[in-house]
């Protein structure tokens, strides 16, 4: 795993503030709720990481947070003590019940292979109702998909503070991944400040993949564009149901 999930995951709360959510996790909500065919109560969030979203989604679903990352898990057991947590591979964790939707946001980017890929879709099928709905919000489809250059950061209550820059670009437009690499500023309470470099690799799919896949493992499936106030291209979001 990158840094920012280990050993950086304690600065996860100020590298991307949980207010920043809110919109997104709006709309997440409203497709988790309105795309399955009866009520949805319990939802499944597969890589979950820090929590940000559950501690939204939370206020409307009963909700389990499924992350690779113990790192992360201990930081979205301080915001979301009301939820289960549980440490689990998206890939191949079967926690042998289902639940009326399951959620994968950009952690779904991890997978970087159309066999991971699959297994992750195959993860979200194993543990959907039938009638249930999972959505999927990757961050980059190859239709949509441009370099791109960011930056952020914020100031902790307690002295701490984070400023990065975000640098995603493609080593090779021929294979199914792209490459992501950050520069952070860390300053700890007695101000002293240290410079830490971490690189990340996500997959980059087309929509026919996407939609492909999720056909084989058993979904009915759509493509939809998000809907966002950011000033960004709106993602690709696709919202599989299990027919029954």
Known sequence: MARMYTDLAEWWPLISPVEEYEEEASFAAELLAGAATGPVREVLELGSGGGHNASYLARRFTMTLVDLSEEMLAVSRRLNPGCAHLAGDM?????????????????????????????????????????????????????????????GGSDGTDGRGVR?????????????????????????????????????????????TWLGLLDEVGFVAERITETTSE????????????SG
Do not use: Q
């Open 91 to 151: 890939r191949t964790v079967r926690l042998g019940r289902s639940f009326d939707a399951v959620f994968l946001h950009d952690a779904i980017d991890s997978m970087t292979s159309v066999d991971d890929l699959r297994a992750a879709m195959t993860t979200a099928y194993v543990h959907c109702r039938p009638g249930g709905v999972a959505v999927f919000l990757p961050d980059h489809t190859t239709e949509i998909y441009e370099p791109s250059t960011d930056w």
């Open 164 to 208: 990065f820059v975000e640098w995603t670009w493609d080593p090779d437009p021929h294979d199914s991944w792209i490459r992501t690499d950050y520069g952070f500023l860390l300053r700890s309470p007695d101000g002293t400040v240290e410079s830490v470099h971490d690189t990340h690799r996500t997959g980059l799919f087309p929509r026919a």
């Open 231 to 242: 000033d960004r291209t709106p993602r690709d979001v696709f919202v599989a149901r299990r």
